[in-house]
């Protein structure tokens, strides 16, 4: 019995740090910033093109890693859906639903009303690459491909905007 509870504690500690990282981290200036790994992956909707970073190369990209299970993630949705179709010709958005059933983030982005595209991971391939610490973990990238900032954790409306009006600023 022991070792299940011990196991179970383990999970929900797992599960907290999983979802509330909390952190920030901005690089600024033009040198130092490192270039945003390259991916390609299926579209979380059938029989659409494949998701990739290289497809918006020279324009600034916000790469948001989301889940149906991550509930923060399901909480800045509209706020990110909202920023796209107000950002959307200046600052391409990207969803990746990553560690998630399929069905449940198809019904979750045409319940939201989700515009953007959203490349699917299932297997989280890059956590790695993409230094993840939690969910969501939201990453801009400037025109030229290097992040300029990442959060981890929910964003707020000040810290999307700030990130945003750092990739349209001239020199971004």
Known sequence: MAGVVAAFVAAVV???LLTSGGGQTAVKGGRGREAAPAFSLSNLQEGKAQV?????????????????????????????????????SKVQFIGID????????????????????????PDGTLDGSYRLRG???????????????????PLTRS???????ALTEAGA
């Open 159 to 165: 810290q999307l905007d700030d990130g945003l009006k």
């Open 14 to 16: 797992a599960a907290v």
């Open 52 to 88: 990739s970073l290289q497809s918006y190369k020279g324009t600034p990209v916000l790469v948001n890693f989301w889940a149906t299970w991550c509930t923060p993630c399901v909480r800045e949705m509209p706020m990110l859906e909202a920023a796209h179709k107000q950002f959307g």
């Open 135 to 153: 969910m969501p973990t939201s990453v801009f990238i400037d025109a030229k491909g290097r992040v300029v900032q990442r959060v981890t954790g």
């Open 98 to 121: 990553r560690q998630d059933y399929r069905p449940d983030a198809l019904a979750f982005v045409q319940r939201t009303h989700v515009t953007y595209p959203s490349g699917y991971d």
